[in-house]
Structure formats: C-alpha cells, structure tokens
C-alpha cells in the first residue's frame, strides 16, 4: 500500500510537469474559477462597485469649489485620479485572497489536481483584471453622469483604461508576493496599505502638485502614481501621449521584470 501511495504521487508531480500550452489552459480553467466566486459571492466586489461612486462623489463636491472654482471644472482633474486611485486600491486584494486561499487549504487540494502547478496563481492574477476592468468603467460612467466629457475622445479613454488596467495588473504582483509570504491575509492587507495610502494620497490625483509646500512637491513630482494620473489625463482630457505614459509602462515592466520571478519561486516553493 504504502508503496502504490508513493507511486501516484510521484505520477501525480509528474503530469504536474505542464507544457505551457498546458499550463496557459489551466491557468484561464483557474482565472474562470474565480469568476464563478465571484458570482456566488457578489460583495466581492463592493470595493469596485461603490467604492469608484462613493469618492467621486465625496471628492468632487467636497472640494470641487475650493480647488477648481467648481464641479464642472474640478471633474478633469478628479477623474483621473480617482480613477488610478480605486483600481490601484482593487489591486491589494489579490494578495489577501491567494493568502486567504493558502491559509484555507484549496491551494493544497490544487497539488493533487493533474494541472500545472503555477496556474492556481496565474489564474488568480488573471482572474483579478476583470474588477480592474469593472472599476474604470464604473469611474467613468459616475463622471459622465456629473458632467464630465472627455475631449480626447473614446479611443483616448480606452487607451486610458488599458493603461490603468496594465499598470495596476503588475502592481500586483508585488501583493502577490506578499499574500505567498505573509503568515496572514490581514498581514497582506495592512503591509499594502502602508505602501499605498501615502503613494496614492500624496500624489497630484486630487490636488495640482503647486498647490502643496515646496517640501512636498519634489515628492510627488517623482511619485510614480502621479506619472500615472498625468498619463491618464493627458490621454482623456487632450488625447495626447506625453513621458508620463512611458514613464508608467517602463516602471509597470521594471515591476513584473523584479516581482514575477520571485513571486513565482516563492509560490513554487509552497506549491
């Protein structure tokens, strides 16, 4: 007996030896798995739900009057930035949720499936753009229905969203990284927002740069969040491509060039 369990599992590592066309198949198999989680559990996505509402609202017409005059001209700069700001924000759950999976025990229950060992975690990331996708279109549309009217066109916007949608998907590989080696989800949680909040609120999302003490403005001038927010604005407000948008692509493929690598040896080495 003890013989015969040795040898199916040593079958069951051996066929967890994918081809990549193997391990690509197994890896959208796992990325719908997570939408059907989605499905039966739809809280999940309250933070890409309300979350785009509720600041748009509260931003602009809090300080919509004190920064720009009023609404109407505060929406330009708004947008942008609680755009980056919410799915940027949507990016730490796919930490918490490969940690939540780990410490549950499916990802052991995964080890014993004929599939490739890194599709569990691949599947996830995939698995994570679509509330990426839902949170900008939700941001745009609560902008709209204020007032808001990009002059750099819908193929401005969606180059826009694409862009966001990029960035943020290998922002959080880095989460990843932490959800492998974390002891806990809310660990996860909390290393991410001490990396974010400053990131995100000390950056020109919600109020022009010169505004801020000159201190503070070599800061957020080299925020990589602010490169974002300026890239996604010149695209939708004057649909024009400027650095900003390759500073963010080039800092996006520094991101997945550093964190991939070691977010999937860690993981390969729990798997």
């Known amino acids: 007996m003890k013989k015969q369990s040795t040898m199916s599992i040593s079958n069951i590592q051996l066929r967890n030896k994918a081809s990549f066309k193997q391990a690509v198949r197994n890896s959208f198999t796992m990325a719908y798995r997570g939408l059907l989680k989605v499905r039966r559990t739809p809280e999940q996505l309250f933070d890409v739900t309300f979350q785009p509402i509720i ?15 009023n609404v109407q001209n505060y929406l330009p700069i708004i947008i942008p930035g609680i755009l980056v700001q919410t799915v940027i924000t949507t990016s730490i759950v796919t930490g918490t949720q490969l940690r939540e999976d ?21 599947g996830a990331l995939l698995a994570d753009t679509i509330r990426y996708t839902i949170a900008t279109v939700l941001t745009f549309s609560m902008g709209f229905i204020l007032g808001y009217r990009p002059e750099g066109g819908l193929g401005a916007v969606i180059i826009a969203e694409l862009l966001v949608i990029a960035c943020s998907w290998a922002i959080s590989w880095i989460f990843a990284f932490f959800g492998v080696i974390a002891r806990s989800a809310s660990s996860v949680q909390g290393i991410s927002m001490l990396v974010l909040f400053p990131l995100t609120f000390l950056s ?28 996604v604005r010149d695209l939708t407000n004057s649909g024009t491509l400027g650095w900003d948008l390759a500073i ?9 060039a550093v964190f991939a690598p070691i977010t999937v040896r860690a993981y390969m080495r729990r798997a």
């Open 204 to 231: 020109n999302a919600f109020v022009p740069a010169d505004t801020m003490p000159n201190w503070l403005q070599w800061f957020v001038n080299i925020n990589p969040i602010s490169h974002l927010v300026t890239a």
């Open 102 to 122: 780990m410490d549950k025990g499916v990802f052991d229950r995964f080890k014993s499936l004929p599939i490739a060992r890194i599709a569990p975690l691949a």
């Open 248 to 256: 963010s692509l080039t800092g996006a493929a520094i991101i997945l």
């Open 55 to 69: 600041f748009t609202l509260m931003f602009t017409y809090i300080f919509g009057g004190a920064i720009a005059g």
